[in-house]
């Protein structure tokens, strides 16, 4: 048990729905980030949140968008989805906000099917 | 684009073998090259790390090689064993704002 949470596990939805993941980082862990996993292009860097702001953003589309609360959970607003979306979307989080050279704790993931 | 490429796609080793993944990178700002390991329906977890002041790191039955020069490095798992099946990700990163770049795995199965 890596101490990130994700919920929901799994997630169906319509194109066009708008979906919200979230996660709660390990305890004292100040910097969260979202992934998206696929089968052909493999773990995505999203966006990083370091203590409440925006700290590295990723191949993040426009309709997507996320925030870290102040009790340091996350969320990951997708919107207007379409059927390419669909995929598994993981949290992590690090204790410190430089994450490129730390060690990176991941959720279990929430998978996202868009019919 | 992907700035770390991984091969093989898939690798099959008989128990006891050496299994071996290897990945390039093209940015000369990378320091800093794990390996993740994968479960089915777990997320990755780091399994070792390398910097590129040294040119190897030996964990138990996993040792990652690094080749600066080359922009390379790979992951040998010796002895391997069926429990080690498992999707595995080599990844880079660097300087701060960087954040850590995944190859798109290898799914290794170790057959009895």
């Known amino acids: 048990d890596s101490g990130v949470t994700q919920t929901p596990k799994h997630l169906i939805t319509a194109t066009g729905q708008r979906v919200t993941l979230r996660c709660s980082p390990r305890?004292?862990?100040?910097?969260v980030y979202w992934y998206q996993q696929s089968l052909d292009q493999g773990l995505q860097f999203l966006i990083q949140y370091y203590n409440g702001e925006e700290r590295a953003k990723g191949n993040i589309l426009e309709r997507f968008s996320a925030q870290q609360f102040p009790d340091l959970h996350s969320e990951l607003n997708l919107s207007s989805l379409e059927l390419g979306d669909s995929a598994l979307y993981f949290c992590?989080?690090?204790?410190?906000?430089?994450?490129?050279?730390?060690?990176?704790?991941f959720g279990e993931g929430s998978r996202l099917t868009v019919l | 684009q992907q700035q770390v490429k991984q091969s093989p796609q898939s690798l099959i080793v008989q128990k006891g073998g050496i299994s071996i993944i290897n990945c390039a990178y093209e940015?000369?700002?990378?320091?800093?090259f794990p390996w993740y390991q994968q479960f089915p329906g777990k997320g990755p977890a780091l399994l070792i790390a390398i910097r590129p002041d040294v040119s190897e790191k030996k964990e138990g039955r996993f040792t990652i090689s690094f080749n600066k020069s080359a922009k390379q490095f790979s992951l040998h798992i010796m002895d391997s064993q069926p429990g080690d099946s498992a999707t595995y990700f080599c990844a880079a990163s660097g300087d701060s704002g960087y954040a850590l770049n995944f190859g798109k795995g290898t799914s290794l199965l170790v057959t009895p």
């Open positions: 992590a989080s690090s204790v410190g906000r430089e994450g490129g050279t730390g060690e990176l704790f």
């Open positions: 305890s004292g862990d100040l910097s």
């Open positions: 940015n000369t700002a990378f320091d800093y």
